[in-house]
Antibody
Framework: EVQLLESGGGLVQPGGSLRLSCAAS????????MSWVRQGPGKGLEWVSV????????NYADSVKGRFTISRDNSKTTVYLQMNSLRAEDTALYYC?????????????WGQGTLVTVSS | DIQMTQSPSSLSASVGDRITMTCQAT??????LNWYQQKPGKAPKVLIY???NLATGVPSRFSGSGSGTDFTFTISSLQPEDIATYFC?????????FGPGTKVDVK
């Protein structure tokens, strides 16, 4: 059974940093792209970042480029999102999502999300 | 950048009704278009991939069509458990854009 378990969310002041983690199980982790998708309170879905299965290629939404860094440790079957220079508009529930292939952006499994609140 | 729009933003229908919603892209996206269902308090779930393919385990009352810039998502017979928000998603070249969603409730 595929499971994705996010952690690391919390309350942080504007300008601060957080690192989110997503621990995966139930599939051959290194063979699949992983993404982060966020959802602000009462808002729609916003894709944040993707890292392909090998970890060699990443991409980011313009809204987080230069502030957020995605990475993965295939030996620990975990994907990370390092978030720096946080802003109030980064407040959201952050989901980890699995692609259905090594470069896929079709999200076939999602975690339950971890809440990030940026406020003073 | 490609933008996605969805209409209507919300709709209310009766159990058993056929409902249709649309998703439009600002440029030709071929069939790089997926549909997700998000129930309140839950993570999204993929229903349709590549515009018209039913994801595994998804009931056949859900369907999708379209290509290029105009796409349609249909529920042939609305059920109470279909209360949710439906999002379209364009993907290409390691970039993703979601539409703003259509919220469906039952009269």
């Amino acid at each position: 059974e595929v499971q994705l378990l996010e952690s690391g969310g919390g309350l942080v002041q504007p300008g601060g940093s957080l690192r989110l983690s997503c621990a995966a199980s139930g599939f051959t982790f290194g063979s699949y792209a992983m993404s982060w998708v966020r959802q602000g309170p009462g808002k729609g879905l916003e894709w944040v970042s993707v890292i392909i299965g090998s970890g060699g290629t990443t991409n980011y939404a313009d809204s987080v480029k230069g502030r957020f860094t995605i990475s993965r440790d295939n030996s620990k079957t975990t994907v990370y999102l390092q978030m720096n220079s946080l802003r109030a508009e980064d407040t959201a529930l952050y989901y980890c999502a699995k692609g259905d292939g090594s470069h896929s952006l079709l999200f076939d499994y999602w975690g339950q999300g971890t809440l990030v609140t940026v406020s003073s | 950048d490609i933008q996605m729009t969805q209409s209507p933003s919300s709709l209310s229908a009766s159990v058993g009704d056929r409902i249709t919603m649309t998703c439009q892209a600002t440029q030709d996206i071929s069939t790089y278009l997926n549909w997700y269902q998000q129930k309140p308090g839950k993570a999204p779930k993929v229903l349709i991939y590549d515009a018209s393919n039913l994801a595994t385990g998804v009931p056949s009352r859900f369907s999708g069509s379209g290509s290029g810039t105009d796409f349609t998502f249909t529920i042939s017979s609305l059920q109470p458990e279909d209360i949710a928000t439906y999002f379209c998603q364009h993907y290409d070249n390691l970039l993703v854009t979601f539409g703003p969603g259509t919220k469906v409730d039952v009269k």
